[in-house]
């Protein structure tokens, strides 16, 4: 291995009284003011520590493309043990286990090389974050950057990290994340993707992969600078930062023997576009309003292609015309989400309409439903595939439940349920505190039409009649237009004035979430 190169700058941190300091690159001195810098960019190395090829590249980029002599250019290098051989370092000098550096974890102290305390990279980070904003008064933004391991760091930090939030009361500077070929993601749940492959993700629980939740590549056993953090804090941060992900288009590497990160997909370019679509999953379409993800033509496992690629430019130095961004709301199938409707009771030899109407699916179709019964005494459901059914409650008191299960347009599914009690003593069918007064139809049985009128007024009064297959043929009032009428006459028509056949139909009343259901019968 080649030995890692050695800056003499130095990031000096006080640690329970003792000092420690972190190597960097850099343009500027940390601790002078610099009353004339306005940008400032972090850029953390890869697994290399190649630290100076990456403040070589912005400072080529930054000559070229941005404002030099307003723009802090930093690298900062964290080393392994490994490292420290041949550079008659002091012992202040931090140093990292392999692999956990970009992951928050506490530096080393050994008895080779003895530390006199650790520290969290992440809180290396804060203090870095907020010396340059003491130092850099006139900021106005500040990016965090990082290649393969370092912009995994970027990804946590950006969620986990606590210094933005702390300067954001009192400064009102531009943060912003960018990570480059990032090899694995922090996941805010324990969902992964479906089928990787597919045009439109799913995510569900993986059977396989014991480990896949948990961190750094989950929210399950998280290291003492996240776990201070917090889970909640960790997810709510994540979807407000500005983080943008850069992927190069030849990026098809990084596979490993480690399931915890190949279930988050077959290799980085393909993981780049899953947890695209799973944030969306996860938060909604909001979060592709400070969160995006662009695939660069041409670009390979290579940090100088990913800044000076055109996606790259406009990210870091806002140059050019780029704006090729990944389709977040495409690349995911949210669920549809199932509402079985409010808990009822009813008396015996009943009738009770079980109304899932208000389910819904935000980006498709509801293409099959299917009501079952759980508990109780069997019922026959009259039409167990709609969203509306009905059925008549047995003659003894029981306590029914039925499940409601739906499936959208591109397999996803989705259930709730809804329990009926059934009450000899029961006059209504609602729930057990109604405080809605008796209603009237009359004439029942009618010819031409009938009067609904009930005691009191409702401003959030619903009137439904369904047929007895459970289908909506009309409404006569709706909470937004009810006003506080008391009394609503029904011609025996369907919702587009067609005359309805003889026979037996539900009037459906709901208000603050009580439901009555009477039999009218309409003569022909």
């Given at each position: 291995?080649?030995q890692?190169?050695?800056?003499?700058?130095r990031?000096?941190?006080?640690?329970?009284?003792?000092q420690l300091s972190?190597?960097?690159?850099?343009?500027l001195?940390?601790d002078s003011?610099?009353q004339?810098v306005k940008?400032?960019i972090?850029s953390l190395?890869?697994?290399?520590?190649?630290a100076?090829e990456h403040?070589?590249?912005?400072m080529?980029?930054?000559?070229?493309?941005?404002v030099?002599?307003?723009?802090?250019?930093?690298?900062?290098?964290?080393?392994?043990?490994?490292?420290?051989?041949?550079?008659n370092?002091?012992?202040?000098?931090?140093?990292?286990?392999?692999?956990?550096?970009?992951?928050g974890?506490y530096?080393?102290?050994t008895g080779?090389?003895?530390?006199?305390?650790?520290?969290s990279?992440?809180?290396?980070m804060?203090?870095?974050?907020?010396r340059?904003?003491?130092?850099?008064?006139?900021?106005?933004t500040?990016?965090?950057?990082?290649?393969?391991a370092g912009?995994?760091m970027?990804?946590r930090y950006?969620?986990?990290?606590?210094?933005?939030v702390d300067?954001?009361?009192?400064?009102?500077?531009?943060f912003?994340?960018v990570?480059?070929?990032?090899p694995?993601?922090?996941?805010?749940n324990?969902?992964?993707?479906v089928d990787?492959?597919?045009?439109?993700y799913n995510?569900?629980v993986?059977e396989?992969c014991w480990t896949?939740?948990?961190y750094?590549y989950?929210?399950v056993?998280?290291n003492n600078?996240?776990?201070e953090?917090?889970v909640?804090?960790i997810?709510?941060q994540y979807?407000?930062?500005n983080v943008?992900?850069?992927?190069?288009?030849y990026?098809t590497?990084?596979?490993?023997?480690?399931c915890?990160?190949?279930?988050?997909g077959?290799n980085r370019l393909?993981r780049?576009?899953?947890?695209?679509?799973?944030?969306?999953y996860y938060?909604g379409?909001?979060v592709?309003?400070?969160h995006?993800?662009a695939e660069?033509?041409g670009?390979?496992h290579?940090?100088?292609g990913v800044?000076?690629?055109?996606?790259?430019?406009k990210?870091?130095?806002?140059?050019?015309?780029?704006?090729?961004?990944?389709d977040?709301?495409?690349?995911f199938?949210?669920?549809?989400?199932a509402?079985?409707?409010?808990d009822q009771?009813a008396?015996l030899?009943e009738?009770?309409v079980?109304?899932?109407?208000?389910s819904t699916?935000?980006?498709g179709?509801?293409t099959a439903?299917?009501?079952?019964q759980?508990?109780?005494n069997?019922?026959r459901?009259a039409?167990?595939?709609?969203l509306i059914t009905?059925?008549t409650?047995p003659?003894?008191?029981?306590?029914?439940v039925?499940v409601l299960?739906?499936?959208?347009n591109?397999?996803?599914t989705?259930f709730?349920?809804?329990?009926?009690r059934?009450?000899?003593?029961?006059t209504t069918?609602?729930?057990?505190?109604?405080p809605?007064?008796?209603?009237?139809?009359?004439?029942?049985?009618f010819?031409?039409s009938?009067?609904?009128?009930f005691?009191?007024?409702?401003l959030d009064l619903?009137?439904d009649i369904?047929?007895l297959?459970?289908?909506?043929v009309i409404s006569?009032?709706?909470?937004?237009?009810s006003?506080?009428?008391?009394s609503?006459?029904?011609?025996?028509?369907?919702q587009?004035g067609?005359e309805?056949d003889?026979g037996v139909?539900?009037?459906?009343?709901?208000?603050?979430?009580?439901?009555?259901i009477?039999?009218v019968t309409?003569l022909?």
């Open positions: 291995m080649s890692v190169g050695m800056p003499s700058s990031l000096n941190l006080n640690v329970d009284g003792h972190l190597p960097y690159y850099g343009n001195d940390i003011t610099h004339n940008n400032v972090i190395h890869g697994e290399g520590r190649n100076d403040y070589n590249i912005f080529n980029a930054t000559s070229t493309y941005g030099p002599d307003s723009t802090f250019i930093i690298a900062p290098v964290y080393l392994l043990q490994e490292d420290l051989e041949g550079h370092l002091d012992s202040t000098v931090l140093y990292w286990p392999s692999g956990d550096w970009n992951a974890d530096s080393r102290n080779t090389n003895p530390r006199a305390a650790q520290i990279s992440f809180s290396t804060d203090t870095l974050f907020h340059l904003v003491q130092n850099c008064p006139n900021l106005e500040l990016i965090l950057t990082g290649h393969s912009s995994q970027v990804e950006a969620a986990g990290g606590r210094a933005q300067i954001a009361e009192q400064y009102d500077i531009d912003r994340y990570s480059t070929n990032v694995s993601f922090l996941y805010m324990d969902v992964r993707v990787e492959n597919a045009a439109v995510f569900d993986p396989l896949a939740n948990y750094k989950g929210l056993g998280l600078y996240m776990e953090s917090g909640e804090f997810r709510s979807f407000e930062k943008t992900c850069l992927i190069g288009q990026d590497g990084g596979q490993s023997t480690n915890a990160r190949d279930i988050q077959n393909i780049a576009y899953v947890y695209f679509g799973y944030i969306g938060y379409d909001m592709y309003t400070n995006w993800l660069l033509p670009v390979y290579e940090f100088w800044v000076s690629s055109e996606g790259g430019l990210s870091y130095f806002n140059h050019g015309d780029f704006n090729v961004y990944v977040g709301p495409a690349l199938n949210a669920s549809p989400l509402e079985a409707g409010s009771i008396g030899q009738l009770v079980l109304d899932g109407s208000a699916d935000t980006d179709n509801i439903s299917l009501w079952s759980l508990e109780g069997t019922v459901l039409a167990p595939t709609s009905s059925f409650t003659d003894q008191n029981d306590s029914l039925f299960s739906l499936t959208d591109e397999g996803s989705s709730d349920t809804v329990s009926i059934v009450n000899s003593t029961s069918s609602g729930d057990v505190q109604n809605m007064k008796r209603f009237i139809i009359s004439p029942n049985p010819n031409s009938t009067t609904i009128s005691e009191g007024s409702y619903a009137i369904y047929d297959l459970g289908r909506q006569l009032a709706q909470p937004e237009k006003k506080s009428s008391t609503y006459r029904w011609s025996g028509t369907d587009y067609f309805l003889g139909y539900l009037v459906q009343i709901r208000s603050n979430g009580v439901t009555e009477r039999k309409l022909k």
